[in-house]
């Protein structure tokens, strides 16, 4: 059975730090993109982050740039997304997703974790 489960997620102060994982099962993991998106509260959902499936090429949105890492452990078939320099305006629904050759058309998606940026 295919499975995406995000972990990580929870309260952190401004300016803290996160470390979302995302663990894989039931496909082959190496092969594919993994994305990372999420949705604030009353927004759209945003792709935020992406890494390709051999993990050497990273991208990511401007609002997150330089305080966010993306990577991944094929070995362990797992994602992480490294989030410092946390604000209250990263609280949201985070995601992850894989995708063949891509971040932008999902093919599976994970049930999300919650991060919450407040003091």
């Known amino acids: 059975q295919l499975q995406l489960v995000e972990s990580g997620g929870g309260l952190v102060q401004p300016g803290g730090s996160l470390r979302l994982s995302c663990a894989s099962s039931?496909?082959?993991?190496?092969?594919?993109?993994v994305g990372w998106f999420r949705q604030a509260p009353g927004k759209e959902r945003e792709g935020i982050s992406c890494?390709?499936?051999?993990?050497?090429?990273?991208n990511y949105v401007d609002s997150v740039k330089g305080r966010f890492t993306v990577s991944r452990d094929n070995a362990k078939n797992t994602a992480y997304l490294e989030m410092t320099g946390l604000k209250p305006e990263d609280t949201g629904v985070y995601y992850c997703?894989?995708?063949?050759?891509?971040?932008?058309?999902?093919?599976?998606w994970g049930q999300g974790t919650h991060v919450n940026v407040s003091s």
């Open positions: 997703t894989v995708g063949f050759e891509s971040c932008d058309l999902p093919l599976y």
């Open positions: 039931g496909f082959t993991f190496g092969i594919h993109h």
């Open positions: 890494i390709s499936d051999k993990g050497d090429s990273v």
